[in-house]
Nanobody, 117 residues
Framework: VQLQASGGGLARAGGSLRLSCTAS????????IGWFRRAPGKEREIVAT????????HYADSAKGRFTIGRDNTKKTAYLQMDSLKPEDTALYYC???????????WGQGTLVTVSS
């Protein structure tokens, strides 16, 4: 499975960005897609997840009410709509997918999000 992330960029505080993650290869409908981020000097953290088949979502507290994760199964693409951005959202964002092990074993390249105050 290959994952291609895109959509990062520069936004002002209070603005919005939409990240996309497109999967290719042998994907599984039972996979979970996750968005993670790593801010400068910090550990990687999970932002949101969505079940590929079920559409069940989970959010980190930092993302609740501001970010929305979605997917389009026909395009094998997951999205992360980020609204009301804050400077602390500045990070390298990664998408990942679980394998048959249930672990996030597949990773896309990061896409940089920079939020200015």
């Amino acid at each position: 499975v290959q994952l291609q992330a895109s959509g990062g960029g520069l936004a002002r505080a209070g603005g919005s960005l939409r990240l996309s993650c497109t999967a290719s290869g042998r994907t599984s409908s039972s996979s979970v897609i996750g968005w993670f981020r790593r801010a400068p000097g910090k550990e990687r953290e999970i932002v949101a997840t969505i079940g590929w088949r079920t559409g069940t979502t989970h959010y980190a507290d930092s993302a609740k009410g501001r970010f929305t994760i979605g997917r389009d199964n026909t395009k094998k693409t997951a999205y992360l709509q980020m609204d009301s951005l804050k400077p602390e959202d500045t990070a390298l964002y990664y998408c990942s997918a679980t394998s048959v092990t249930g672990k996030f074993d597949y990773w896309g390249q990061g896409t940089l999000v920079t939020v200015s105050s």
